[in-house]
């Protein structure tokens, strides 16, 4: 058990970096494309106007973290952790009371952004993780690494493939030690649901857990209650009917909400899926700057799967004008594509998604889910029953390599 | 509906060009290597789509290509039926390192077929051709399925470049050959039917019934690498 342990109490030295960035005066003529590293230690290129943003966001942040720490004075440290059963002790009514309060601030707060510092703690404590690791025994993650070492599955094969793949060039991730982290959160997680497996996908999602949580045993519990509990269900099965279900909702949201855009792409007979497919899956961590998927994932933990429509409908809307000028499907990809990867203040982004949207409540959600669900599984169905169907017509199997007619 | 386009307004049309094979065949890079002649050892991995607008001379002529480029892994065939949509050519690429990759290349080809008209011009692409050592896929392996199904078929490195262009291209020219047939078809029927040129920029290549029978003949060229 000695090495099982140690691996336990692997945790990387990797800190988000509070420093400033500050651009030498060959820099400070615009236009001029300079290198830097993030918060999160991601290089970042961009221009004297970016960086300028990106030290307004550390700004905040600190700002932000000094609200808390006035809360915390107030209200007494872990005030925001999600009360235990077993921490019940007095007045049941008085503790009710406390907390609905607490959960009107805190919701309000966590929009506003945790600080880095604080992440970890508070995300297990409001996503639930922390509730779904204590129904199982304490040695459960180091028993299921040692229990799965060695072993080879397709999935493995596949996290192999994308280790060096996921955000490489990073200074913690793209390293030996990063790789191995990575590698046994997301094949531990494959055998803990072997339906799921691996998904591709996944890899960007468990990186930044392991570069918040710190330890790669927090991370893996984020990730299973991310895919157990907060996301639609079958998100990441092998046919992904989770995922089509979400871009049909949010198909159906965009009509809704920002009905001339939605117009316009139906009459240029584009589909959501080509930029949603990834959003959904990686919850926007390959697409957004660091921070600012942070700041979505601190809200998707708090306030659940709704958020990623708020999202990816206000990526839409801040770009509505452009959009509407647009005459080519490719268009329409690239501004989605270079908006997303410049919004570095979370707040350009989050503000449109909670004030300027409308609410959406999860009930409404949860129901045209179920709406949509017949409809997916459906096509699905049918997807494989015309695959197999050019099988049957097809006298040579073109699996074979040798084929001659 | 069958579009027509004359010769001068070639120029303004895009070809839609999807690539397609098992995660980790070198996609990413063949598209890298053609559009900005980049290579990256680990490049991230592909989960929705990109693409890459390319102008290519033909005859003389500037063709422009929007190659298109997404995730490989099995569960993704089911979410890109949009991303088949208006293609008119496409890159079925394997890792001559790897036969499993090889072993999926019929599973592709029905994919492409469920999504497309047979028409889409095809090339068969054994990616990684520098890897000497590794090799499990034999040249004259691909050259048979290639020519079995009806395909073009070239081995390309994305790492020493060879081959890449010239994949690209030939799928270009030979879209490019089409049309030019297709140009000299609308001439006789000139003036028929005018409401094509309003049609949107997208070319979408369709056999015509008369053609059907050679339509697999003419794809069942192989260009040896």
């Given at each position: 058990m000695f090495?099982?342990?140690?691996?336990?109490?692997?945790?990387?030295?990797?800190?988000?970096?509070?420093?400033?960035?500050?651009?030498?005066?060959?820099?400070?003529?615009a236009?001029?494309?300079?290198?830097?590293?993030?918060?999160?230690?991601f290089?970042?290129?961009?221009?004297?106007?970016?960086?300028?943003?990106?030290?307004?966001?550390r700004?905040?942040?600190?700002?932000?973290?000094r609200?808390?720490?006035a809360?915390?004075?107030?209200?007494?440290?872990n005030?925001?952790?999600?009360?235990?059963?077993?921490?019940?002790?007095?007045?049941v009514a008085?503790?009710?009371?406390?907390s609905?309060?607490?959960?009107?601030?805190?919701?309000?707060?966590?929009?506003?952004g945790?600080?880095?510092?604080?992440?970890p703690?508070?995300?297990?404590?409001?996503?639930?993780?922390?509730k779904?690791?204590s129904?199982?025994?304490e040695?459960?993650?180091?028993?299921?690494i040692?229990?799965?070492?060695?072993?080879?599955?397709?999935?493995?094969?596949q996290?192999?493939?994308?280790?060096?793949?996921?955000?490489?060039?990073?200074?913690?991730?793209?390293?030996?030690?990063?790789?191995?982290?990575?590698?046994?959160?997301?094949?531990?997680?494959?055998?803990?649901?072997?339906?799921?497996?691996?998904?591709?996908?996944?890899?960007y999602?468990?990186?930044?857990?392991?570069?918040?949580?710190?330890?790669?045993?927090d991370?893996?519990?984020?990730l299973?209650?991310?895919?157990e509990?907060?996301?639609?269900?079958?998100?990441?099965?092998?046919?992904?009917?989770?995922?089509?279900?979400?871009?049909?909702?949010?198909?159906?949201?965009?009509?809704?909400?920002?009905?001339?855009?939605?117009?316009?792409l139906?009459?240029?007979?584009?589909?959501?899926?080509?930029?949603?497919?990834?959003?959904?899956?990686?919850?926007?961590?390959k697409?957004?700057?660091?921070?600012?998927?942070?700041?979505?994932?601190?809200?998707?933990?708090?306030?659940?799967?709704?958020?990623?429509?708020?999202?990816?409908?206000?990526?839409?809307r801040?770009?509505?004008?452009?959009?509407?000028?647009?005459?080519?499907?490719?268009?329409?990809?690239?501004?989605?594509?270079?908006?997303t990867?410049?919004l570095?203040?979370?707040?350009?982004?989050?503000?449109?998604?909670f004030?300027?949207?409308?609410?959406?409540?999860t009930?409404a959600?949860?129901?045209?889910?179920?709406?949509?669900?017949?409809?997916?599984?459906?096509?699905?169905?049918?997807?494989?029953?015309?695959?197999?169907?050019?099988?049957?017509?097809?006298?040579?199997?073109s699996?074979?390599?040798?084929?001659p007619? | 509906?069958?579009?027509?386009?004359?010769?001068?307004?070639?120029?303004?049309?895009?070809?839609?060009?999807?690539?397609?094979?098992?995660?980790?065949v070198?996609k990413?890079?063949?598209?890298?290597?053609?559009?900005?002649?980049?290579?990256?050892?680990?490049?991230k991995?592909?989960?929705?789509?990109?693409?890459?607008?390319?102008?290519?001379?033909?005859?003389?002529?500037?063709?422009k290509?929007?190659?298109?480029?997404?995730?490989?892994?099995?569960?993704?065939?089911?979410?890109?039926?949009?991303?088949?949509?208006?293609?008119?050519?496409?890159?079925?690429?394997?890792?001559?390192?790897?036969?499993?990759?090889f072993?999926?290349?019929?599973?592709?080809?029905?994919e492409?077929?469920?999504?497309?008209?047979?028409?889409?011009?095809?090339?068969?692409v054994?990616n990684?051709?520098d890897l000497?050592d590794?090799?499990?896929v034999?040249?004259?392996?691909?050259?048979?399925?290639?020519e079995a199904?009806g395909?073009?078929?070239?081995?390309?490195?994305?790492l020493?470049?060879s081959?890449?262009?010239?994949?690209f291209?030939?799928?270009?020219?030979?879209?490019?050959?089409?049309?030019?047939?297709k140009?000299?078809?609308?001439?006789?029927?000139?003036?028929?039917?005018?409401?094509?040129?309003?049609?949107?920029?997208?070319?979408v290549?369709?056999?015509?019934?008369?053609?059907?029978?050679?339509?697999?003949?003419?794809?069942?060229?192989?260009?040896?690498?």
């Amino acid at each position: 058990m000695f090495g099982t342990q140690s691996r336990r109490e692997i945790s990387h030295e990797f800190q988000p970096s509070m420093q400033y960035w500050k651009p030498s005066i060959h820099t400070r003529r615009a236009n001029i494309v300079v290198k830097f590293q993030d918060l999160y230690g991601f290089t970042v290129e961009g221009n004297v106007d970016d960086v300028n943003v990106l030290n307004e966001v550390r700004e905040k942040v600190r700002q932000q973290g000094r609200v808390w720490w006035a809360l915390e004075a107030s209200k007494g440290a872990n005030w925001y952790l999600q009360p235990q059963i077993s921490s019940i002790s007095e007045s049941v009514a008085s503790l009710k009371l406390s907390s609905v309060a607490n959960s009107i601030v805190l919701k309000r707060l966590i929009r506003k952004g945790i600080p880095p510092i604080l992440r970890p703690k508070v995300w297990l404590s409001v996503s639930g993780a922390v509730k779904k690791r204590s129904t199982v025994p304490e040695s459960y993650y180091n028993d299921l690494i040692s229990a799965v070492e060695g072993k080879t599955t397709p999935a493995t094969r596949q996290i192999d493939h994308d280790l060096p793949r996921t955000f490489p060039g990073h200074p913690w991730l793209d390293t030996p030690e990063g790789h191995a982290s990575l590698r046994r959160v997301l094949v531990g997680y494959s055998f803990r649901d072997s339906h799921v497996g691996y998904c591709q996908g996944l890899n960007y999602v468990a990186a930044m857990l392991l570069l918040v949580m710190k330890t790669e045993e927090d991370a893996f519990w984020m990730l299973a209650v991310l895919l157990e509990n907060v996301l639609v269900n079958d998100c990441y099965t092998p046919n992904l009917s989770g995922c089509h279900v979400e871009q049909r909702v949010f198909q159906d949201m965009l009509a809704k909400k920002c009905p001339r855009i939605a117009a316009h792409l139906e009459d240029m007979e584009f589909d959501v899926s080509l930029v949603a497919t990834e959003w959904f899956l990686c919850l926007f961590s390959k697409s957004l700057p660091s921070e600012t998927t942070m700041r979505v994932w601190d809200v998707l933990f708090y306030e659940g799967a709704k958020v990623l429509f708020h999202v990816a409908l206000a990526i839409f809307r801040v770009k509505e004008e452009e959009l509407l000028m647009t005459s080519q499907i490719g268009d329409i990809i690239s501004i989605l594509q270079r908006t997303t990867h410049h919004l570095y203040d979370p707040d350009d982004l989050l503000t449109v998604a909670f004030d300027k949207l409308g609410s959406m409540t999860t009930n409404a959600i949860t129901k045209e889910r179920k709406k949509q669900e017949p409809a997916v599984m459906a096509e699905l169905d049918q997807r494989l029953r015309r695959l197999n169907s050019i099988k049957v017509d097809d006298e040579s199997p073109s699996v074979s390599p040798v084929a001659p007619r | 509906m069958t579009f027509y386009i004359n010769e001068e307004q070639m120029e303004d049309y895009l070809f839609k060009i999807v690539l397609i094979g098992d995660s980790a065949v070198g996609k990413s890079n063949l598209l890298a290597r053609f559009a900005r002649d980049e290579f990256y050892s680990n490049s991230k991995s592909t989960i929705g789509v990109e693409f890459q607008t390319q102008k290519i001379d033909i005859e003389g002529k500037e063709i422009k290509a929007q190659i298109w480029d997404t995730a490989g892994q099995e569960r993704f065939r089911a979410v890109t039926s949009a991303y088949y949509r208006g293609a008119v050519g496409a890159l079925l690429v394997y890792d001559i390192s790897r036969r499993q990759t090889f072993d999926s290349i019929g599973r592709w080809l029905n994919e492409l077929h469920t999504h497309s008209d047979m028409n889409v011009v095809t090339i068969l692409v054994g990616n990684k051709s520098d890897l000497k050592d590794a090799r499990e896929v034999s040249t004259a392996e691909g050259k048979v399925l290639a020519e079995a199904q009806g395909l073009f078929f070239m081995e390309t490195s994305a790492l020493d470049s060879s081959n890449v262009s010239a994949a690209f291209q030939t799928v270009v020219k030979e879209i490019y050959n089409i049309l030019s047939r297709k140009v000299i078809l609308v001439q006789e029927h000139k003036k028929q039917d005018t409401s094509w040129m309003e049609n949107g920029k997208t070319i979408v290549l369709q056999g015509e019934t008369n053609h059907e029978a050679d339509s697999r003949t003419w794809r069942a060229k192989c260009c040896s690498s």
